[in-house]
């Protein structure tokens, strides 16, 4: 394409190579970059001065500025004449930035292309994966090969809402939790909360006998007057969070004041200054940290009471309660807070009125913690408390001379550690399991009459269940708490079983209720009938009943039915009359039949009572 003649005047004669220049070469980029070179080393030179967009591939944003000082030269017009590239009129550090733009810039159009490029070979292979799904369902019915333009659409909304519907149903009904999933929904739609917590057999088979004064655990806790609970905290068996329960999650008439960043509440009984609670979360480690059955009962009075004179002491109830656990999960877990670095040298051990001696009672280890040891290691130590613990905190240490293991044989001291520890735990006014929470709170509540806010939950995935154990391991552990896990046996029983109690205590006494509400009613109906019965039938009181004998026969044909139906309400109500209403009955009809004259006075007598009983 020719130049204009203005053009050519003011541009010159085209531009030849100087001599030892290199030559023209086959590619015009390189070709074009090496003319304005020369161009610009000629002084005065138009193209030196001519202010050119920016190179193939960089936006015009980065050449917005000017990149000269000296002023544009040339005409607006002969702005299309000028092809040279921007690198050959800029310095030599800003060609180097600029070339490096341009580097990246391609780079990151390269990285464009092949992702393009890269999701539509997907949707050509799931195009084909679909087709051949759909082909081998549908056989010659239909192929996805072929199909045109709208059924690709279509395929690819039916892919769409069906990834967006298994999307919603994941943020609705997520895992197993939804009823609506469920076949048993249908025949159950209000499951027992309480029933198969375990995920075991709903159906118990108990083990152990015991009396109903052993199984009927509810105590008449006055939170007004001087009783006091006692919670009892063993190391990793849940106390934590149940004494967090006790503190911020109990209906009080004055509830307990939990600041924010304390970890003690305040839980005082209403219209007094005295705490109705005696755990960690309200008066703190007032015995030592956790302190062991045999600290408590006689720590607890001495601090509750101490600055009182014995004879002003009130007469109060100790109400202890602790929670156990099962002793393999509690033992791994307690290894694991060991490695953390947990130690507990602020527990006291305080036994018949002094700490155990050095010798008494060794340490495990010599650091300033057992922080990273591993569990051969912990197991391996003979003096480790984490064995049998729970046996130990419940029973009574004074009975086998607190950790002198002098005073008797070995085999005799474990017996009598378990047998106190046992005795211990059924004379409790409360004790609960961590792997039933719910059940839990269900004692609770009973034994107490206290409820709670919001009911408690059930966690299966702890630091315990963490830990992969062989089955060989396990058997060492069980070995190595052998006193627990009996006890963990006799109390899951007990437990157990005096939940099923209540349960059925509870069923009997809401058979009760619904029993004499339709006594109630129907007695009322009776009472009704009967009235409006007799002022039909008599209008007159002052007439001779000689002289209607129609009259008289009526009235005996429904004395006689309200009879039988006043048995079969008594038959159907299942319940029988006390002696001492028998007594009174046949005080006030002495030697009198059943006949026909004295049903009504039964019927009355009958309504009389339901009228007291309302």
């Known amino acids: 394409m020719a130049l204009p003649a203005c053009a050519a005047r ?73 092809r040279a590239p921007l690198f050959a009129l800029l310095l030599r550090g800003r060609r180097r930035r600029m070339h490096d733009l341009r580097r990246r810039w391609d780079l990151g159009s390269l990285c464009r292309a092949l992702l393009t490029r890269g999701l539509a070979a997907l949707g050509h292979s799931l195009k ?39 999307i919603v149903l994941q943020y609705v009904c997520p895992g197993t939790e939804c009823q609506l999933l469920r076949l048993q929904a249908f025949s159950s739609p209000l499951p027992d909360p ?33 009783d006091l609970i006692v919670f009892l905290h063993i190391q990793k068996t849940g106390g934590t969070t149940f004494g967090r ?27 007094k200054r005295e705490t109705w609670l005696f755990s960690r979360f309200s008066t703190g480690w007032s015995c030592g940290l956790h302190a062991d059955w045999t600290e408590l009962t006689s720590c607890v009075p001495a601090v509750v009471d101490g ?28 290894w694991r807070h060991v490695q953390r670095g947990a130690t507990w040298k602020a527990s006291l051990h305080v036994c018949d009125g002094r700490p155990p001696t050095s010798e008494e009672l060794p340490s495990c280890y010599t650091g300033d913690d057992w922080s990273g040891c591993p569990l051969k290691e912990f197991m391996d130590c003979p003096y480790n408390l984490a064995n049998n613990r729970q046996v130990r905190m419940l029973s009574d240490l004074t009975l086998v001379g607190c950790y002198n293991l002098s005073v008797m044989p070995e085999k005799q001291r474990n017996k009598v550690l378990l047998e106190s520890a046992k005795s211990n735990l059924k004379h409790m006014a409360f004790f609960g399991l961590t792997e039933f929470q719910r059940k839990t709170q269900y004692l609770f509540e009973k034994t107490f009459n206290m409820n709670f806010i919001s009911p408690f939950t059930q966690y299966n995935t702890t630091r315990a269940s963490s830990v992969e154990i062989n089955e060989e391991l396990q058997k060492r552990i069980e070995g190595l708490n052998f006193l627990d896990m009996e006890l963990y046996s006799y109390a899951k029983d007990l437990f157990l079983q005096r939940y099923q109690f209540m349960r059925q205590k509870e069923h009997q006494e809401a058979r009760r209720k619904r029993q004499e509400q339709r006594k109630f009613l129907k007695g009322r109906f009776l009472q009704t009938h009967y009235q409006t019965q007799s002022q039909g039938q008599n209008p007159n009181p002052s007439q001779n009943p000689s002289q209607n004998p129609n009259l008289n026969a009526s009235q005996s044909g429904t004395q006689n039915l309200f009879q039988n139906l006043i048995q079969n309400l008594t038959q159907s109500s299942g319940q029988n009359p006390s002696p001492k209403e028998n007594q009174e009955s046949q005080k006030q009809n002495p030697g009198q039949e059943q006949s026909d004259g004295n049903t009504s006075n039964g019927t009355h007598d009958y309504i009389g009572s339901v009228e007291k009983w309302r």
């Open 10 to 82: 003011v541009l010159g004669p085209p531009l030849q190579p100087e001599r030892g220049a290199p030559a023209r070469t086959t590619c015009p980029r390189r070709h074009s970059r090496v003319e304005a070179e020369l161009a610009a080393s000629r002084p005065g030179s138009v193209a030196a001065s001519v202010r050119v967009g920016p190179p193939r591939g960089v936006s015009r944003g980065f050449n917005s500025q000017p990149l000269l000082d000296e002023p544009l030269k040339a005409s607006s017009s002969l702005a299309g004449a000028a």
């Open 128 to 166: 084909h994966v679909l087709g051949a799904i759909f082909s081998k369902i549908f056989g010659p019915l239909a192929s996805v090969g072929n199909m045109d333009e709208k059924s690709n659409k279509l395929l690819l909304a039916l892919v769409m809402l069906f990834l967006f519907a298994v």
């Open 194 to 226: 309480y029933r198969s917590e375990d995920e075991s057999s709903a159906r118990f088979v108990p083990r152990y006998n015991f009396s109903r004064g052993d199984l009927l655990r509810k105590v008449d806790f006055d939170i007004k007057g001087d």
């Open 245 to 271: 329960h006790l503190v911020r999650n109990i209906q009080l008439e004055q509830p307990c004041e939990c600041r924010v960043g304390q970890k003690k509440c305040t839980c005082h009984r209403p219209g």
């Open 307 to 334: 600055k009182r004179d014995a004879r002003l002491r009130p007469s109060r109830n100790f109400h202890y309660i602790t929670i156990l656990r099962d002793p393999v999960s509690r033992y791994l877990s307690e």
